[in-house]
């Protein structure tokens, strides 16, 4: 007698996996499994999110730390040679200044120098010709628009004498008067309208303080 086996039937989801996997298409996930790739992901993206935004964040960083840093830089270099700069510029005000007063000072030497020759020799030439200070009689009367009647020129003591001596016909027209308190080359005109100063260092004087005026003229 022939035995017979019981036959069971396949349950419907082995079915559909079977004729899904005949039909080329994928099994359905079951909720456990779904849930596992999509943490599986989730994790994966999150680390690879890290990854790039770390790698992004530390470029941008990295960029605007070079660009901070030579911005300071340059700042940092500009306040260094803005102080060296005005440091400089006095330096060289103080310089100017300096060469300014050695040449004021030169000049005024200068004129003094001059000064002091031109003093030596005109009373080394009235020492020779003391009648040359007649001249400068004649020339400060006409000068003030004077006559020479009731005039009283001051020499000095030695000089009056001598002008006398030499010239005695051109000092009949005023009166000579010998001062004690006149230096040599010094005279003075008195007479009922003016007085006058008529002598060689005054007029030395004039012309010292005229070249001295155009010296510091030419320094400025």
Not at 57 to 63: I, L, P, R, S
Not at 185 to 214: F, K, N, P, T, V
């Amino acid at each position: 007698m022939k035995s017979v086996r019981p036959h069971r039937f396949p349950s419907l989801q082995r079915l559909q996996v079977a004729q899904s996997a005949q039909a080329g298409e994928a099994a359905p996930l079951s909720a456990e499994a779904y849930q596992q790739g999509w943490d599986s992901g989730h994790s994966d993206g999150h680390a690879e999110g890290l990854i790039s935004g770390g790698a992004a964040g530390f470029a941008e960083g990295h960029a605007a730390g070079l660009a901070q840093g030579e911005a300071e830089a340059r700042l940092a270099a500009t306040a260094r040679f803005d102080e060296k700069a005005a440091l400089m510029e006095q330096l060289l005000q103080q310089v100017q200044r300096a060469s300014d007063d050695y040449q004021l000072a030169l000049r005024q030497e200068v004129v003094d120098l001059v000064a002091k020759v031109a003093r030596q020799v005109i009373r080394c030439e009235l020492t020779l010709q003391p009648v040359q200070l007649l001249a400068l009689v004649d020339e400060t009367l006409a000068a003030t628009s004077q006559t020479n009647t009731s005039v009283a020129v001051h020499l000095n003591a030695e000089e009056c004498q001598r002008v006398i001596e030499l010239a005695p016909e051109r000092v009949a027209r005023w009166q000579l008067v010998a001062d004690p308190h006149l230096a040599p080359g010094e005279c003075r005109i008195h007479s009922a309208e003016m007085e006058a100063d008529a002598g060689c260092m005054q007029r030395l004087d004039l012309c010292m303080d005229q070249l001295q005026e155009q010296l510091v003229q030419v320094a400025e």
